[in-house]
């Protein structure tokens, strides 16, 4: 089998089980990089600077996963304001970032005109501003308060500034999961014509895994085989980013997945999805020196510089890193650190 993947070929659900159960953690690895030096021989590791905003924290989602949202009306609830995301946006220029991270709670009240005034405040104060916003659920929800088609609200987001779309709210792409964690949130098949339909009028994401909680290994390998299949059809996903569910703080009694499971999980990721062309290490949630190790298994970006994370900060876990930390701990794994934007095109240096 592991000859099959070194040979280029792409395995299938069964295969990919077994391989997982089966190989060695190291072996695994191995492979990973592999396919990770086929896709990128030069040794390069990038990484992109940019603040999440969270523009709400209200949210009717009520995830049992989640430790960031108030609920509509419960105490510690906000929605921010126009001035705070204008000093929120300057500080990020100011360190040489390129882009917003925009995403916030499923609020119950805001209407879809709202969404539009936001980005388009953002556009004219910021005009060269990358805006990557606005998580599929929250598309679903926009939809769902508008009474408008998903591809409509796209459009009318498009219209107003939306560059590009973070792959959140996946969690695990199986209903019977998303039904336990996360009833009142969009249906993985919902999460997917999201995506497509995003991807159908031009706009480029990412997709992410949420795992380590009361999935399968089984479902854990479905998600991602959901993603390639659907980057078969469209080729829009720039990047996937596996990440370990964080228990602390939340209404899930789980142990964290430790960091063999975290790059085992890597690892198959990065040989199952031969389409995506880049894989993030998280080290938000594992901290930079796994997150070093894993590129070694199958990472080929450092993903962001984080300058604000507030959802992964509610679970108590807090990993902070400078640019010039992230750039250190790049080429100290023997890589060199590259800036980039969205869509990966490197930053002149
Ligand atoms: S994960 Fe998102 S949708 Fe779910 S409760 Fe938290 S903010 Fe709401």
Avoid at 6 to 32: F, K, N, V
Avoid at 119 to 131: C, D, N, S, V, W
Avoid at 198 to 203: C, M, S, V
Avoid at 250 to 261: F, H, N, Y
Wanted: glycine share 8%.
């Amino acid at each position: 089998m592991c000859q099959r993947v070194l040979d280029g070929h792409r395995i299938g659900l069964g295969e990919a089980l077994c391989l997982y159960h089966e190989a060695d953690l190291t072996s695994l690895g191995a492979l990973a990089h592999e396919v990770r030096l086929r896709l990128h021989p030069q040794p390069l590791v990038t990484y992109v600077v940019d603040r999440n905003i969270n523009y709400t924290n209200v949210c009717l989602s009520g995830c049992k996963f989640c430790a960031f949202f108030r609920a509509p009306g419960q105490d510690g609830g906000y929605v921010l304001d126009k001035e705070t995301l204008r000093q929120k946006i300057q500080e990020t220029l100011d360190l040489g970032g390129t882009q917003i991270l925009l995403q916030g709670g499923l609020h119950p009240d805001l209407d879809l005109s709202f969404y539009e005034e936001m980005l388009r405040f953002m556009k004219t104060e910021f005009p060269g501003l990358h805006i990557h916003g606005f998580s599929p659920p929250e598309i679903v929800h926009f939809s769902e308060i508008s009474g408008l088609s998903i591809v409509k609200v796209l459009e009318r987001l498009i219209a107003a500034g939306l560059d590009s779309i973070p792959g959140g709210g996946a969690e695990i792409l199986v209903d019977r999961v998303r039904e336990q964690l996360s009833p009142r949130k969009c249906s993985a098949q919902a999460w997917l014509e999201v995506m497509e339909t995003a991807h159908r009028l031009g706009l480029k994401t990412t997709a992410t895994m949420m795992f380590g909680h009361i999935e399968t290994i089984e479902e854990r390998l479905t998600h991602i085989l959901r993603i390639r299949d659907l980057q078969d059809r469209t080729g829009g996903f720039t990047a996937f980013i596996p990440w370990p569910f964080q228990p602390r703080n939340t209404a899930i009694d789980v142990l964290p997945a430790s960091g063999a499971e975290y790059l085992r999980t890597l690892a198959i990721s990065r040989i199952l999805l031969d389409n995506i062309p880049n894989i993030q290490a998280s080290w938000v949630t594992q901290g930079p020196k796994i997150a070093q190790v894993a590129l070694y298994f199958g990472a080929n970006d450092f993903g962001s510089t984080m300058i604000e994370e507030n959802v992964v900060a509610a679970t108590g876990v807090s990993h902070r890193l400078s640019v010039e930390e992230i750039r250190r701990f790049i080429e100290e794994a023997g890589f060199e650190a590259r800036q980039r934007l969205m869509d990966y095109t490197l930053v002149e240096s």
